[in-house]
């Protein structure tokens, strides 16, 4: 792996050995050297830029509200560094001029490690600042293993990996972990489904190993990272993410923040509940939003209906059962897409974030499901001022989780209000 290097994302090791837990606001590591710092309008500038896509300076200076010479000696060093580049001019307008050269994310700047960490997997990749992942890697872990001590390994080995492949020394490791986690000590509080990772310190690990800062959060908070600076929530200042699977879990955006609570305790909302005394979750209380929008239940219910293969049933074969003609996996995406839909509209009619971005099993159903869920919801949250409620996408694989990941740590370099 390279070695830290000095310039634009130097970072003061002084002020933060892996050892010391977590970092106070003091130690926060800076986007910029001190030799750079002078201009409050740079993290504005790299922000629009991911908001906005490829910019010119003339389109820069009128979001940020600052003129051509402030950009131009805000992008300058960021261009020197190699993180900013210039693609090729753009046509000239009928005014004239200089033709203008848009500025974009150098695919030579410096990576950052994003991790994501299941009960069942871990997967490690570099991520650029464009959102392109390479270098990915990947560990099974054991369903039963021996001990924290197991999991150590396999997690350092599927990272080192990956590190190994990165030409420059990366900013920082970011970790999307699938279960509740304390932000601020970079510790894992609990996994239902993996109980050796309970008080697990996972930011302590891996930065002790690789010598690089580390940000960790709950799995569906990173889905939103991922989509707020690569995905379908760029420049939007509120939405919500929902990720159905083996768990149900989502997020908030509200007015330009990531709600997280203190530590990080805010946002399990797979365990807000939508039965009063109803079935028993793996978390140890009953009627829990998980119970009744999960694969778990769904298996269940396609057992019962008679559905071919119900052990291995998902919203895409779903789908597909009832594109052929089966009338039970009509029946059964309807009441799938209801239950879905009633934990967002509980969280509709609480916050109004009005866009919600799918994630996991039921973006696999396409268009089909997607719809049947967002009936559901303008059925069940009446029309009111504010906006209409909207529905869009991501990935059904876990992407958008390791581009997330990467955002923790995009977002702690740029200190941005998450």
Request: aromatic content about 6%.
């Amino acid at each position: 792996m390279a070695t830290h290097e000095d310039g634009l994302f130097d970072q003061d090791r002084s002020a933060f050995s892996p050892s010391d837990g977590p970092m106070t606001t003091r130690e926060r590591p800076s986007l910029l050297s001190s030799s750079l710092v002078g201009s409050t309008n740079r993290g504005r500038v790299v922000q629009a830029l991911f908001d906005r896509g490829p910019s010119s300076r003339a389109d820069l200076a009128r979001f940020a509200g600052v003129n051509r010479t402030t950009i131009s000696g805000i992008v300058q060093p960021l261009l020197d560094q190699n993180f900013l580049v210039e693609g090729d001019p753009l046509p000239a307008g009928d005014v004239g001029g200089k033709p203008a050269r848009p500025l974009w994310f150098s695919p030579q700047s410096r990576p950052i490690c994003g991790i994501l960490l299941m009960p069942e997997e871990v997967r490690s990749c570099l991520v650029s600042l464009e959102g392109k992942i390479e270098a990915e890697h990947s560990e099974a872990l054991p369903a039963h293993p021996a001990g924290p001590d197991e999991i150590t390994r396999l997690l350092k080995r599927c990272v080192a990996r990956t590190l190994a492949s990165a030409k420059r020394s990366p900013l920082g490791i970011g970790v999307a972990v699938g279960g509740m986690v304390d932000t601020d000590r970079r510790q894992i509080i609990a996994v239902n489904l993996a109980p050796v990772l309970a008080s697990y310190p996972l930011g302590d690990i891996l930065a002790r190993e690789f010598n690089l800062p580390v940000q960790i959060d709950h799995h569906p908070r990173a889905l939103l990272v991922g989509d707020r600076w690569f995905g379908k929530g760029r420049g939007i200042r509120s939405f919500a993410v929902i990720y159905t699977g083996e768990v149900l879990g989502g997020a908030l955006y509200l007015d330009g923040h990531l709600y997280r609570g203190p530590s990080g305790a805010g946002g399990e909302l797979g365990h807000t509940f939508v039965q009063v005394d109803g079935a028993l979750c793996h978390c140890g209380r009953r009627g829990c939003w998980e119970t009744i929008a999960t694969l778990g239940w769904l298996r269940r219910e396609a057992l019962a209906a008679g559905l071919p293969e119900p052990e291995t049933i998902t919203s895409r074969r779903l789908v597909a059962l009832a594109e052929d003609g089966d009338e039970r996996a009509a029946t059964l995406i309807d009441l799938y897409a209801r239950n879905v839909a009633i934990g967002i509209a509980n969280l509709q009619q609480t916050v109004a974030p009005n866009l919600y971005i799918l994630h996991g099993d039921v973006v696999g159903g396409g268009a089909r499901m997607v719809e049947a869920i967002a009936a559901h919801v303008r059925r069940l949250v009446p029309s009111r001022p504010g906006g209409d409620v909207s529905f869009e996408t991501g990935d059904t694989e876990d992407r958008a989780a390791l581009l997330g990941a990467a955002g923790l740590v995009l977002s702690d370099l740029l200190h941005f209000p998450l």
